[in-house]
C-alpha cells in the first residue's frame, strides 16, 4: 500500500510540473504572440486546466468508480473557487469583483458547485439523458457567459486594441513561434494523459485492494487535478501587473478560467464520464 500512496504523490508532482512549465507557459506565449484577449486567454487556459479532470474521471469511470468521478468534480470545483478567491486576496485584486459582470460569473460558477451535489444524490439513477441534458446545460451557460461578457466587460478589449493602435510598429504574428508553442501545449497534453492513466491503475488498486473509499479518492483527485488552476489564476493577475488597468484585466483572465474550467468538469467531463460508466456497466 506504502509503494501505490508514493506512486500517487508522485504522479500528483509530474502533474504540476507539467502544468506550470510547459502547459502554462505554452498557453501564454502562444496568447501573446497572437494577441489574444484576456477572456479568450481565460477560456483556452480553463480547456487546458481541465485536462487532468478529463483523465481522472475517464479513467475513474472506466474502471467503475463512479463515486470517486462524481467527488473528483465536487471537489475540484470547490476547490477551484476557493483557489481563485484566494489569488484575488493576495495580489489585493478583490475590489475588483464588484464589476457586475464579474460577480454574475461568479453566481455561475456558484452553481456548478452545487450542481454536482444533486448528481451525488442521483448517483444510482445517472443515464444518457442526465448526460445529454449536462451537455446540453454547457451551451446555455457558454451563451450566457458571453453575453456578460458583451454586455459588462468589452470596454476592457477595446482599451487593449486602442493601445494597440497607438503603437508606431505593430508586430507582425509569429506563424513559427505559434506552432511552437502549439506543439509545447500538445506534448503537456500527451504526458498528462500518460500519467492519468497510470494514476488510474494506482486508484484502482487503492480501491479494491487496500479498501480505501471513493469519496475519498475523489476528494484527493479534486486536490490533485485543481493545481494546473492554481497556477494560471496567479499567472494571470501576475501578468499585467504593467497595465493600467492591471486588476480588472487579470480578474477578467481569472474568472473566464475558472468558469470556464468548473463548466468544463460538470457538463462535459461529468456527462463524459457518465456515458462510459454505463456503456462499462
Not at 473557487?81 to 459582470?101: A, D, H, M, P
Not at 451563451?143 to 468589452?154: A, M, P, V
Amino acid at each position: 500500500m506504502l509503494i501505490e500512496i508514493i506512486k500517487f504523490f508522485i504522479y500528483a508532482i509530474l502533474i504540476v510540473m507539467i502544468s506550470k512549465y510547459m502547459l502554462v507557459k505554452g498557453l501564454r506565449k502562444l496568447a501573446e504572440n497572437l494577441r489574444l484577449k484576456p477572456r479568450t486567454i481565460g477560456n483556452i487556459a480553463g480547456f487546458a486546466t481541465s485536462i487532468p479532470e478529463l483523465l481522472t474521471v475517464t479513467v475513474s469511470s472506466f474502471k467503475g468508480l463512479m463515486g470517486t468521478s462524481l467527488y473528483n468534480i465536487i471537489s475540484s470545483n470547490v476547490i477551484n473557487f476557493i483557489q481563485y478567491g484566494t489569488s484575488l486576496i493576495i495580489n489585493k485584486n478583490y475590489k475588483v469583483i464588484k464589476n457586475k459582470g464579474i460577480i454574475i460569473q461568479n453566481i455561475l460558477v456558484i452553481i456548478t458547485i452545487i450542481f454536482p451535489i444533486i448528481l451525488l444524490k442521483l448517483e444510482n439513477t445517472l443515464n444518457i439523458v442526465i448526460a445529454f441534458l449536462l451537455i446540453a446545460i454547457y451551451v446555455i451557460f457558454y451563451w450566457i457567459s458571453k453575453k456578460i461578457h458583451e454586455r459588462y466587460l468589452s470596454d476592457e478589449d477595446i482599451k487593449i486594441e486602442e493601445r494597440e493602435k497607438e503603437q508606431e510598429v505593430k508586430e507582425k504574428y509569429d506563424n513559427k513561434q505559434s506552432f511552437i508553442y502549439v506543439g509545447y501545449i500538445l506534448i503537456a497534453g500527451i504526458l498528462l494523459y500518460l500519467i492519468g492513466d497510470a494514476l488510474g491503475s494506482v486508484l484502482e488498486n487503492l480501491s479494491e485492494s487496500f479498501g480505501i473509499a471513493e469519496w475519498i479518492l475523489g476528494v484527493l483527485l479534486g486536490m490533485i487535478t485543481s493545481i494546473p488552476e492554481l497556477v494560471t489564476f496567479f499567472e494571470a493577475q501576475n501578468h499585467y501587473k504593467e497595465e493600467k488597468n492591471k486588476n480588472l484585466l487579470g480578474v477578467i483572465e481569472a474568472t473566464n478560467n475558472l468558469l470556464t474550467s468548473n463548466m468544463l468538469n460538470l457538463f462535459i467531463i461529468q456527462a463524459i464520464g457518465i456515458l462510459i460508466y454505463i456503456i462499462v456497466s
